[in-house]
Structures are given as structure tokens and as C-alpha cells.
């Protein structure tokens, strides 16, 4: 098992791998292998390449960030102006019905309200707003619900499980494919 002194190498080394970082501007302190990221930076981007970064290294429990994002002059916008350009960044997204999430911004901050039918698409919402020059995070209060799909039966089941093992019987070797039949468990 790691320590927390290794980890907290590992951590470091990886976050100095990350482009958009200085490792100077980001401290980390690991106890019980719970990472604790502090520091300033420019972007939200660079906050959330730190906080990917540490998840990223093997052995972390979990990563608490007290990174707080400080425009520059050059990046601050008014929260109207920042709400204007998340809604157009939303509306170009082909995957989201009209209108189906909201956007509040309060000192810069983004929050997401609203209801979408697939979990990509909430992911798809919070990624394109992420990016909005003079933001200064984004909570996603996006929820997932009111579709309901039809229960396939098991002529439907078999069949898809068939095509997908003639288009590539590489993929299944000594599966259920080579005798014609398909074991699915009743229900």
C-alpha cells in the first residue's frame, strides 16, 4: 500500500505533467489518502485539470479542492455576460432538446438547473459551459429523468447480441455465439 508521503510525490508529478498547470501555484497535502489541493489560479480549466490530475493517480481516495480561481483583469466579465454565452454554448449543442436546462450566474459562478433524459447529456451541459471565458466555476444541478424506455423482450436481446458477435466473432471467444444460441437469464 502507498503512503501518504508517496502519494503526495505521485501527486506532485503528476500535476507537473499537466500543461495548463504551475505546480507552484498548487499545494498538496495528502492524509489517509484523501488529497487536499490549495492555491490560486487563472482559469476554471486549470482547477479542474488539477483536480482530474490527482484523481488520476493510483492509490487516491479522494481528492478535497480548496483551489480558488482569480481572474485576471483581461478574463472578468459581468455575470450577464457570462449567462449570455453559456445559453449560446448550450444552444449549439446538437444533443439537448430547446431549453431544457437553465443558467443562473451570481459572481461569476455558473449553475445549471433543469431536466434532461440521458446522463450525457447533463455531462454534455456542464462541459460546454466549462469553458466560458470569466467563469469562475460550475455547479450542476441538472436532473436526469422522465424517459421511460420500453422493456426489450428477449427475441430483441438475442438478436442484437448475435449481430454484434457476426460483426466481430473476435470479441466473444468461446461465448455462448459459437453454438447459435445466446443464454440470457429470464426476466
Not at 5 to 30: F, K, Y
Not at 48 to 65: D, I, P
Not at 75 to 90: F, G, K, P, T, V
Request: hydrophobic letters at 45%; charged letters at 20%.
Amino acid at each position: 500500500m502507498t503512503t501518504d508521503a508517496e502519494l503526495q510525490v505521485d501527486v506532485c508529478a503528476q500535476l507537473d505533467w499537466e500543461p495548463l498547470l504551475s505546480l507552484a501555484r498548487i499545494g498538496v497535502s495528502v492524509h489517509d489518502r484523501v488529497v487536499s489541493l490549495v492555491g490560486q489560479v487563472d482559469t476554471c480549466p486549470e482547477r479542474w485539470a488539477a483536480e482530474r490530475a490527482a484523481e488520476r493517480v493510483a492509490g487516491v481516495r479522494a481528492v478535497v479542492s480548496e483551489i480558488c480561481v482569480v481572474l485576471p483583469a483581461a478574463s472578468r466579465r459581468s455575470d450577464a455576460n457570462i449567462e449570455r454565452s453559456a445559453q449560446h454554448m448550450l444552444q449549439w449543442l446538437t444533443s439537448l432538446p430547446p431549453d431544457c436546462v437553465q443558467v443562473v450566474v451570481d459572481h461569476g459562478w455558473i449553475t445549471l438547473f433543469g431536466s434532461v433524459d440521458w446522463d450525457y447529456q447533463k455531462q454534455a451541459a456542464a462541459a460546454a459551459v466549462r469553458y466560458v471565458i470569466g467563469a469562475a466555476g460550475v455547479t450542476d444541478r441538472v436532473a436526469i429523468g422522465g424517459r421511460t424506455l420500453p422493456v426489450a423482450t428477449r427475441s430483441q436481446i438475442d438478436a442484437v447480441l448475435n449481430w454484434r458477435a457476426a460483426a466481430d466473432p473476435s470479441s466473444s471467444p468461446g461465448s455462448a455465439f459459437d453454438s447459435g444460441t445466446v443464454a440470457v437469464p429470464p426476466g
